[in-house]
């Protein structure tokens, strides 16, 4: 039997793309982020993520850069005592090592409603868990929103927590508190912080900020009205731990351009030393353009706090941009991250972006501009932004897209997706020579250009490859060791863990080990593998790649630049593909191969087994063979099988078209709505959600379903259909017969078919219910309930307690088929037959004809109606009713027993010679009280009110035919 129970797990996903695995549309994953100190680990916040039933708890994901793409770490961090609406992860932070997270929701009711509160957690080497109770405020009030910003140490000891909507004294005011671990608890250190002038409305904590020791903070409050009357100038609020209180650092920090609506403060971020603030204003106009925004550096001379330079200009900058609604800042100043999530580009209205500026000595530069090449309208990346702690990592949030993005500086450009180890070519830092080295360190080392031996020794070495002569002298286990190559035909040494091109070289071959080989990313290149389990990775800006794997069980990933060839050989092969014309070639029984497709409209290659999308690819074709096709996860997705016997698998988002097209096809719909058609051959369907919808015409095979939602409809051409896991309720219509069989457990099966319908039972208790066509119900063991149409239907009774009721007036004769004693023919049955082993068989409410078992003898019972009776060659009994009818009992010597109520039945074959008799024992009578009357060709004998007339018998029977 099929189930469904497979399970389809993503190995990898793409480089670029930050996405929970699980996620729905409307998550807001992305609205939070940040980045260890490394730039290695990112943390993700979904605030509207459901977590089970509890809709809206909010979650947060972790995740890694594993040398070739981000892997998630663990489960979603969230608390287990979450519930609906508390909007966990809308502040989001990490430590430098990445290995303790805080998460903010703002909306968590502990004790009262919307109060909020933070939790720490703390990676134990295989799960994420909670350190602490929750940390809130002491004096909460509903609406506080304590935890809508948050700010966390380097070492994760300390922490600070914004509460932008706590009242105090007036409404809105806002305030944050410092939380230090002190080893078994969270500890708050000093009273609630905010300025005792406040006012209503300034949103103080609405962002904040604090220095690698925990000791300054700074808040910010954007919602601060100006000394004139302006509304919502915003300021920031620095606070010194003196170490008993919080001390204010003067007044207020306003902007050095303000204005009303600026909303300066809306983000803030802050040096570990303390010394250099960043802080944007979104709503900030310039050049008479509302809601431009802009930003803002400033450095602490030792008593003040000093704009540096002029704010940072964005040439190309609109009418409601918001930059500087999300900030960032490199751990020497020296580099800023500003989000710009209402920014148009390339047309797309908000798609939004995020830019890096150097301060060069005298001024603000900008560095990059980065944004999704594949962006969309609408997404707001930039709505949150982080930047690792040298500022050459960064992640950038597209809420609305549900995802981040990742972006490294590689020394003259930004590249998406890949880490900033991955990007950066070695400072040459060492000349060596031939036969250079080993020390133990993390060596940089050159050859000459003349064929030169280079030896690194127990560190992470990297060497510059000048010839194709160069060799490298590295042992098993001393270090993850880089190439850096600028020639044509290197041949990677052993040990050797990865090979990059660089400059002109276009060609690189592996080792008889695992490699990791990347391509140049200003030329076309030819990358090759060869024994061993290899990685090849084009990384190319345009032009062509040739990527062949070897013998191995080798991973090779696209560009999504370049137009790529990806070469497979005799293993387990693994691709990603990121551009739609990427051509895979592998021969057949070539291993078990699998391709992973981040992008829209690309066709499958033979003799790849399996093909997933991920990232933000909707649609994949599959080649003329037999493919396995997976949906996108995350994304509505549009999988065509081609004329090979596909196996498609929907997956859990609303939307997805699963095209199987020629061939015997096997199509799983996802959770929610799919639309299945399997075109040309003897298709099968697996149907996980209520709204799933088969789409077959008459004549293209014979189509089998298996129903695994609750709730199922049924509506295309299948020919048979079977509920199974938890389905408990299907409605069929369509064209052409069906059969279906019921789950076991029971099930209420309705048909609304103009052909037949064959209901097949199990042992559960079920509920069927015909169409208009001729139906045939095959009950099971279990209770079943049978409701016939207007046509003439079937009826297999399997257990004496099921009931079958037909429609009255209908078309045609309907029929049941008792196979078990003591079943009571339902309303509107014209016929009922004993078969197998059943001998007992009794008329209902309406008219009926009753017929004994063929081969055993039996008793049949007159119902309330009149019933016709016929008995077999055995010696069977019948019991007239009330309201007469025809018996006919056949061969053997049958018995008729009379009741004191019984109408006047007539009995067509009466025959006393061969043992029939009349049986009067249950009226208490004796055989006086029974008169014998001959009438013409018939015999009548009659009792009281009730009579029997033995038809033919033209002279009376012996008395030895009565018993009393």
């Not at 805080?102 to 009262?112: F, P």
């Not at 490859?465 to 850096?484: F, H, K, L, V």
Request: proline residues 3%.
């Amino acid at each position: 039997m099929l189930t469904s129970g497979k399970k389809i797990t993503e190995v990898y996903v793409s480089a670029s793309v930050l996405v929970a695995s699980d996620f729905r549309f409307g998550d807001r994953f992305g609205y939070a982020v940040d980045l260890s100190e490394d730039g290695l680990t990112a943390i993700v916040g979904g605030y509207l993520d459901d977590i089970g039933t509890k809709t809206d708890q909010g979650s947060a994901r972790v995740f890694d850069w594993n040398g070739l793409a981000w892997v998630q770490r663990g489960d979603p961090l969230t608390p287990t005592d979450g519930r609906a609406t508390d909007h966990f992860g809308e502040a989001v932070a990490i430590s430098a090592d990445g290995r303790t997270a805080i998460i903010g929701g703002g909306q968590n009711d502990v004790t009262v409603r919307d109060q909020g509160s933070a939790r720490v957690f703390d990676w134990n080497g295989s799960a994420w868990v909670q350190r602490g109770g929750p940390l809130i405020a002491s004096d909460a009030d509903v609406g506080d929103h304590f935890g809508e910003a948050v700010a966390m140490s380097p070492d994760g000891n300390t922490v600070v927590i914004g509460a932008a909507d706590d009242s105090g004294r007036s409404a809105q005011r806002g305030s944050a508190r410092v939380f230090d671990w002190n080893g078994t608890e969270w500890v708050q250190r000093g009273p609630i912080i905010y300025p005792s002038g406040a006012f209503g409305g300034e949103e103080i904590g609405a962002s904040v900020t604090m220095s690698s020791d925990g000791n300054l903070i700074v808040l910010g409050a954007p919602g601060k009205y100006s000394s004139s009357g302006s509304a919502d100038v915003g300021v920031l609020y620095a606070y010194a731990w003196n170490g008993s209180a919080w001390i204010i650092q003067g007044s207020y920090i306003p902007a050095l351009i303000g204005g009303e609506d600026a909303r300066f403060g809306s983000a803030v971020a802050m040096t570990p030393d303390g010394r250099t603030i960043l802080a944007g204003a979104p709503g900030q106009m310039v050049d008479n353009k509302a809601g431009h925004g802009s930003v803002q550096v400033l450095d602490w001379n030792g008593s003040a706090w000093i704009p540096r330079g002029y704010p940072p200009l964005v040439a190309d900058g609109e009418a409601g941009d918001g930059f500087g609604g999300a900030v960032s800042i490199s751990a020497n100043g020296m580099t800023i991250l500003v989000g710009a999530s209402g920014d148009d580009v390339n047309g797309k209205a908000n798609q939004g972006s995020a830019r890096v500026f150097d301060w060069n000595g005298g001024a603000w530069i900008e560095r990059g501009f980065l944004t999704p090449a594949n962006g969309t309208a609408g997404a707001g990346f930039g709505t949150s932004v982080a930047l690792s702690a040298n500022g050459r990592s960064a992640v950038v949030g597209g809420p609305l897209d549900n995802s981040a993005r990742v972006f490294s500086w590689d020394g003259m450009q930004w590249i998406e997706g890949v880490a900033a180890d991955a990007a950066t070519a070695p400072p040459v830092v060492a000349y060596a020579g031939p036969g250079a080295g080993p020390t133990d360190g993390n060596d940089s080392l050159h050859g000459t250009g003349a064929g030169d031996e280079l030896r690194g020794g127990l560190g992470d070495d990297r060497y510059l490859i000048n010839d194709s002569d160069d060799r490298i002298i590295e042992n098993p286990g001393e270090g993850n060791d880089s190439a850096y190559v600028t020639v044509n035909g290197w041949v990677v040494s052993a040990h050797v863990e990865a090979a990059y091109l660089r400059e002109g070289a276009n060609s690189l071959q592996g080792s008889d080990g695992n490699d990791i080989l990347v391509s140049n990313r200003l030329i076309s290149s030819h990358l090759q593998g060869h024994g061993g389990d290899d990685t090849l990775w084009g990384i190319g800006m345009g032009g062509t790649e040739l990527l062949e794997g070897g013998d191995g069980d080798d991973l090779m990933i696209s560009s999504a630049a370049a137009v790529a060839t990806m070469v497979g050989g005799a293993g387990d092969d693994r691709y990603v593909v990121n551009k739609a014309d990427a051509v895979i070639v592998e021969q057949p029984e070539e291993g078990n191969d699998t391709a992973w497709v981040t992008v829209s409209g690309w066709t499958s290659g033979h003799h790849i087994e399996t093909v997933y999308l991920t990232g933000l690819a909707t649609s994949v074709t599959g080649s003329d063979g037999n493919d396995v096709l997976v949906a996108n996860r995350s994304y509505a997705s549009n999988l065509n099988g081609g004329e090979g016997d596909d196996t498609l698998w929907g997956m859990s988002v609303s939307g997805e078209q699963l095209n199987g097209g020629a061939g015997n096809d096997t199509l799983h719909s996802g959770i929610f709505r799919s639309t299945l058609a399997g075109g040309i051959g003897d298709d099968v369907y697996i149907l996980n959600g209520a709204l799933a919808e088969i789409v077959e015409r008459p004549g293209e095979g014979y189509d089998t379903a298996w129903l695994n939602a609750y709730t199922t409809q049924v509506h295309g051409n299948v020919e048979l259909a079977y509920l199974i896991g938890s389905a408990k309720v299907a409605y069929l219509s369509g064209e052409g017969d069906i059969e279906v069989v019921s789950n076991s457990l029971g099930a209420e099966i309705t048909s609304f078919k103009q052909a037949t319908t064959t209901f097949w039972g199990q042992g559960g208790t079920d509920v069927f219910k015909g169409g208009a066509g001729s139906n045939v119900f095959q009950s099971g063991s279990g209770v079943t309930t049978m409701t016939g149409g207007a046509s003439a239907d079937i009826y297999i009774i399997r257990n004496a307690l099921s009931s079958a009721t037909d429609v009255e007036g209908g078309q045609g004769i309907d029929r049941a088929w008792a196979t078990v004693d003591g079943w009571t023919v339902g309303d509107h049955i014209e016929e009922a037959y004993l078969t197998e082993t059943a001998t007992l068989l009794c008329g209902g409410q309406t008219a009926v004809a009753l017929v004994a078992n063929a081969l055993l003898a039996s008793t049949l019972i007159a119902g309330g109606a009149r019933t016709d009776m016929y008995g077999s060659d055995y010696a069977d009994a019948f019991v007239i009713g009330t309201e007469g009818g025809t018996i006919r009992g056949g061969g053997g010597g049958d018995t008729i027993r009379l009741g004191s109520l019984a109408d006047r039945a007539t009995v067509l074959d009466f025959n006393a010679a061969e043992g029939d008799r009349v049986d009067f024992s249950s009226l208490g009578i004796g055989r006086d009280a029974v008169q014998v009357l001959v009438e013409g060709s018939d015999t009548l004998v009659s009792y009281g009110t009730g009579g029997l007339l033995l038809q033919g018998l033209t002279a009376p029977p012996p008395d030895t035919a009565f018993v009393f």
